[in-house]
DNA sequence: GCACACTAATACAGATATGTATCTGAATTC
DNA sequence: GAATTCAGATACATATCTGTATTAGTGTGC
């Protein structure tokens, strides 16, 4: 096996990577106050000297794991809107996306986490709420145009409605997480699907 | 003013209740694992023998909290439910009861606290799991009423509609707690009033 | 009013965090 | 291949938190 011998910047890249990935982990699995430094870069493989050669500081570290994760979902939606797919195949796409983003991996715990830190630190709400202004408006984009393809006129605006939008999922998304034997997967998609589908079809 | 002397056990239930407000305050601004025994007994006025003389851990103060909090939402609902009045006057008092319960105070915070503490920790979970369930069944039990009323079939079950209502309630909570320029109150509830009146009533 | 009981303060031991300052070894440059 | 540079390890100084064990002081019952 010929373990390619890197250089520098390749190094550095990689624990950078690795610091994000373990961060990810911990963080999702501990939240933000719970998990050291220590910790993360331990389950990366380093010790506190690599973090801080990379990261200023766990918050910086966290911003960019947010940052990432939310321009990935950005894109995947962006994506789905550009193909001009009709309707039907559309909402396939969307609730293949929704399964794949939401469900099984840390993502929806962090961002879980991060709601919480915007609540109490000012600061930290101010960074998230650019990136969750973004999504608001890729959704409401989405939003009014199925309904245009609809011919239905949505009562309030788009982008509120983008806010109940990625309430109700990252709220079902948890009870879900928590207590599957009550709401399972079936359950917790048929019963957005009749949400969605009386509000902006209907 | 006649500074009543007080019994030895009035003198503990009101170290109690100071500790528990106290909690719930400082629980509520800086998280559970960021709050230490000492925040919160010093912010009450007392020392951490006094906490820990009432308290078996932070924790228990925590799910002493939840429990409260969920028996006066509790009981609200139950009290709309058994008043019996016609629904135009029922839904008032829901949308009144909604205002006072969750907006403007430390109850918001502590539950999406709460959810998070139940995702990493199972034996919170448990705990929790308990609570959420009750409100469920009050909640599913509401809409499976209204819906009666309404003679509107619903495609779902209520209790899994009770998730959703849940999670749309404290997702938008948060939006609006976190941007009110981006969401303000009133645009909240409209939203929200659209969403509920497209899925139980029409 | 004296002895007892209980609430809350104080003191202590142990654990764990953070961030910086310094050091080492490997990659790069000439 | 020697000098330099930079990533990451180690060591250190400083906080902070938890939980228990002990102590002081105030209601209670005799």
Known sequence: MPRKRLTREESRDQ???????????????????????????????????????????????????????????QQGLQAILDAGLPKKDMQAQLSAFYLQAYCGDTSFALWAEARLCALRDPK??????????????????????????MEKTLPVPGQDLAFGTMALIDGVRFFNACMPKELPEENAQAMLAAIFSATFFD
């Open 15 to 73: 624990t950078r990577e690795r610091l994000l990935e373990s961060g990810a982990t911990i963080i999702a699995k501990k939240g933000l106050t719970g998990s050291s430094v220590e910790d993360i870069a331990a389950h990366a493989g380093y010790t506190r000297g690599a973090f801080y050669s990379n990261f200023g500081s766990k918050t910086d570290l966290f911003i960019e794991l947010l940052k990432r994760d939310h321009h990935d979902i």
């Open 124 to 149: 930290f709400r101010t960074r998230l709420n650019a990136l969750l202004l973004e999504k608001r408006d890729t959704i409401g984009y989405f939003i009014e145009q199925f309904c245009k393809v």
